[in-house]
Every structure is written in C-alpha cells, then in structure tokens.
C-alpha cells in the first residue's frame, strides 16, 4: 500500500488535508481487474471479519471429521464418492457448472447455456474471495490436515492450500452462492440444488480441508453476498438474461423435471 496526501479548499475556505491508502493497481483483485470473475469491488460486500465470530480453536475437537474422525475412514469414505469430491474441489474453469449441471436438470456450459454458464463463472470469486477475504486474512486458521499433518482425499491442491486460511471455506462459499442463485432460476429443481450446494461444503470437511465451522460461517458470509449481489446492476442484467434463456430451455422441453417428493 502507499499512501497519497491531497490538499484542497473546502467550505468557508478552509484548506484540509486528506490522506487516503491507495492500492496499487497490480494488487487489486476484484471486477477493476477480473470483470469475468467478480460483479463487485473489493468494499462493496459484506465484511466476513465484522459478521463472523472468532473461529473456535481446533484443540476443541474431539476428531479431525464431524463423522469420519480417522484418516482411515476418511479413505475409505472418499473411496466411494471420489468423483464427486473431485468435482467439488475443482472450482476453477468449467468446474462448478459441471458441478451443477445434473441436478439443475440441463449442461450448463458455454455451447448449452451460455447467459446462465456467464452467470455462474462471473459470481464466482464475489463468493469464493470477496465474501470471505477479509476474515480469511485476518484469521489464518491452520486446515485441519495441516493441524494434524494428515494427508487429505485430494492432494492435488494441499501444498498449495496448506498456507491459506481455513475460516471460512471459499469453495462452500462459492457452491452455496452457486446454489442460491440457480435455485431462484430453476424453483422446480430446488431441493436438488440446495442439496448439491450443501454437499459442496461437507465434502470439504470429508477431506479434511476445513472445519465444520468453516463450512459453517461460508453459507453465512456467501448468502451476504448474493443479496449485495441482487443490488449490483450488472448481475441484475446478467440474472435476467440467464432466467429468460432457461425460460426458453425449459419450454421447449430441455430441461430435466425435478425428482424430488416432498415428504408427506
């Protein structure tokens, strides 16, 4: 950060001196510099430091998993749902369309569905950064394969992950954001969404990326964060865009009924 000093007149003549920090252009990283990944300016969410609690302690836990408080279990878990996982935790590129595409009922991709593909790239790091930044920075939770020196179920991204902070999640963040907005386009299909935007944050505890209060506090901080973004114009213009276009699908047919039967 530097730091620039104007001076100017104001009211009644008198001079005032304002000094302000400026963020060098290179560091910024919101929609100034990534208008594809971000819809909001770093300031314009919610703050996750000033809404969240302190994370508790990971010397509280009794087990490094809500349910599956050994490694081995959590092999053998995983062993199971491998690929699932693996989609939850690839959230860069085609990776949480292809996440969402069966239960919203249609491929959502560039060639299928490009308004609503745009959406959910575009809304992706107001959730998975913005809405958890600062909390994040100021935190630094140790992730609990870090604490316990365990390996996880997707080592692809530990080393690279074992220096940032665990509370709160990104990726739920992003999967329950995902989820809420794609849940207001497809109502039919709802339950089916929600459902896979919770399972994106377990699966994270499953691998012993977070904690279950990480995962926890990032549905909080990423529901924030879609109600600034149904402020935004931009995502406003780019949500109709994407609700007329699956108005479209749906009427003709493209769009998979939802599945789900409501208890009675």
């Keep these: 950060m530097t730091k620039k000093t104007l001076t100017g007149w104001f ?10 920090a400026q963020t060098p252009a290179s560091k910024i990283k919101d929609a100034r510099t990534k208008p594809d990944l971000f819809f909001l300016q770093d300031g314009q969410q919610a703050s996750s430091l000033d809404l969240l609690p302190a994370p508790p302690q990971p010397e509280a836990y009794s087990s490094l998993m809500t349910s599956h ?8 878990v995983t062993h199971h749902v491998a690929t699932r ?3 939850d935790a690839r959230v860069g590129g085609d990776g949480v369309p292809n996440a969402f595409s069966e239960t919203f009922g249609i491929k959502i991709s560039k060639e299928t569905t490009p308004e609503i593909y745009k959406l959910v790239l575009n809304m992706r790091e107001d ?9 994040k920075n100021h935190y630094m939770r140790v ?10 179920c997707n080592p692809e991204q530990q080393q690279e992950l074992s220096t940032n902070g665990s509370y709160p999640s990104g990726h739920t963040a992003i999967g329950w954001a995902t989820a809420l907005v794609l849940a207001e386009i497809n109502v039919d299909r709802q339950n089916e969404i929600l459902e896979r935007g919770y399972q994106m944050g377990q699966s994270r505890v499953i691998c012993g990326y977070h904690w279950q209060s990480d995962v926890d506090a990032a549905r909080l901080v990423s529901a924030a964060v879609v109600a600034r973004l149904h402020a935004d114009p931009a995502f406003q213009t780019q949500l109709a865009k994407a609700k007329k276009e699956f108005a479209k699908l749906q009427k003709e047919g ?3 009924k939802s599945s789900f039967k409501a208890a009675n």
């Excluded at 009211?11 to 302000?20: D, E, R």
């Excluded at 408080?69 to 053998?76: A, F, I, L, P, V």
């Excluded at 998975?128 to 909390?135: E, K, N, P, V």
């Design 11 to 20: 009211t009644g003549g008198i001079v005032s001196k304002l000094t302000f």
């Design 69 to 76: 408080s050994t490694s081995g279990e959590r092999c053998s």
């Design 85 to 87: 996982l693996r989609l």
């Design 127 to 135: 959730a998975g950064d913005l809405a958890t930044r600062s909390a």
């Design 143 to 152: 992730r609990p394969f870090a604490f316990y020196k365990e390996m996880t």
């Design 254 to 256: 493209k769009v998979a």
